[in-house]
T-cell receptor, first 111, second 118 residues
Framework: QKEVEQDPGPLSVPEGAIVSLNCTYS??????FMWYRQYSRKGPELLMY????GNKEDGRFTAQVDKSSKYISLFIRDSQPSDSATYLC???????????FGTGTQLKVEL | DAMVIQNPRYQVTQFGKPVTLSCSQT?????MYWYQQKSSQAPKLLFH???????NEADTPDNFQSRRPNTSFCFLDIRSPGLGDAAMYLC?????????????????FGPGTRLTVL
């Protein structure tokens, strides 16, 4: 069993939709949670970084962490075609620095 | 403006022919990382340098080596590439391993080098 599970998609939504992307994890040692966006043939770009359970908002993006359920989410409001990319969740264990990634969810926002 | 630069962006090599990938950074970060990302898979950490201190992941094949001659540059050497080594190789940096606040420091990625092995 992988430590981090993420549905690979692809997920296709119309422009303006609210998008929900999710990851589950099995190891409670994970303490730091990130979402990266990766455009085709580019490196991952950090979108959100959270430490504690709860919500963190940045513009159209909201990251949600539920440590009791070992479940994290990224919500994208008013989705745009430019949001079309692969979204990778990543996490780090407390006291460590090694990123463990999910496989990524491919998102396509259509006009 | 580019902060983490990787060269070349695309590299083609022959089976068994050594290849070197390059990464440079303008952020003056202490830590540099190399990841391997195969198609539709998660990036996998190969190793990292904290300053000159080299840290190898336990499952990184011996075929992969790295050099960091100074703060700005880090190289990935693949001694005898096999077909299974075809992948995107990502370089990343972070200011430190743990920030002054005790939280893990964020990693910034370069655009990657896509390696093809013929």
């Amino acid at each position: 069993q992988k430590e981090v599970e993420q549905d690979p998609g692809p997920l296709s939504v119309p422009e303006g939709a609210i998008v929900s992307l999710n990851c589950t994890y099995s190891n409670s040692a994970f303490q730091y949670f990130m979402w990266y966006r990766q455009y085709s043939r580019k490196g991952p770009e950090l979108l959100m970084y959270t430490y504690s359970s709860g919500n963190k908002e940045d513009g159209r993006f909201t990251a949600q962490v539920d440590k009791s359920s070992k479940y994290i989410s990224l919500f994208i409001r008013d989705s745009q075609p430019s949001d079309s990319a692969t979204y990778l969740c990543a996490m780090i264990k407390g006291g460590g620095n090694k990123l463990t990634f999910g496989t990524g969810t491919q998102l396509k926002v259509e006009l | 403006d580019a902060m983490v630069i990787q060269n070349p962006r695309y590299q083609v090599t022959q089976f068994g022919k050594p290849v070197t990938l390059s990464c440079s950074q303008t952020l003056n970060h202490n830590v540099m990382y190399w990841y391997q990302q195969k198609s539709s898979q998660a990036p996998k950490l190969l190793f990292h340098y904290y300053d000159k201190d080299f840290n190898n992941e336990a499952d990184t094949p011996d075929n992969f080596q790295s050099r960091r001659p100074n703060t700005s540059f880090c190289f990935l050497d693949i001694r005898s590439p096999g077909l299974g080594d075809a992948a995107m190789y990502l370089c990343a940096t972070s200011r430190d391993l743990i920030s002054a606040g005790g939280l893990t420091d964020t990693q910034y990625f370069g655009p990657g080098t896509r390696l093809t092995v013929l």
